[in-house]
């Protein structure tokens, strides 16, 4: 339990970083939508029958600032989806030292590390409770 929860904790961490790098050094350029594709995934059953959700994806295609020209797929909300139109640029913002990091839904990145932030603090505090159980469990038992 400790290891998944240390996990949780260190992807987290690392997902914020990564929000926390666009919203402070990224480069801003602008990048051509080359596709969009919806997917359905499974997201459970109910009734012992499948249930799907969609993901929406968009490939885009931009310059970076040291001339190579880069492709990258992303997901991205319902609302930049079905706004979205092949052959449309937008603005993409991307990291001058690793321009596969990049998003053209700003703060799509952000909401993601606040997600995985709480993800990992619930597995952290789990991992605690698991831990103070081990310890203090001959106590409680009266043991």
């Known amino acids: 339990m400790a290891a998944v929860s240390g996990t949780f904790f260190a992807l987290g961490w690392q997902v914020g970083q990564l929000g ?3 919203e402070t050094s990224a480069s ?3 990048a051509t939508i080359v596709a969009k594709d919806e997917r359905s995934v499974w997201a459970g059953a109910k009734g012992g029958q499948p249930e799907y959700r969609p993901d929406y994806f968009v490939t885009y295609r931009f310059t970076a600032g040291d001339g190579a020209t880069h492709f990258n797929e992303v997901g991205v909300s319902p609302t930049f989806f079905y706004r979205a139109a092949v052959g449309r640029t937008t603005p993409v913002r991307y990291l001058a030292e690793n321009p596969k990091r990049s998003e053209v839904e700003f703060g799509h990145t952000g909401a993601s590390s606040f997600r995985s932030l709480v993800l990992g603090g619930l ?3 789990a991992g605690i409770a698991v831990s103070a159980s081990a ?3 001959p ?3 009266g043991l």
């Open 28 to 30: 801003i350029t602008s």
């Open 135 to 137: 310890v203090f469990r």
């Open 20 to 22: 926390q790098q666009f």
């Open 123 to 125: 597995g952290a505090l």
């Open 139 to 141: 106590h409680w038992l």
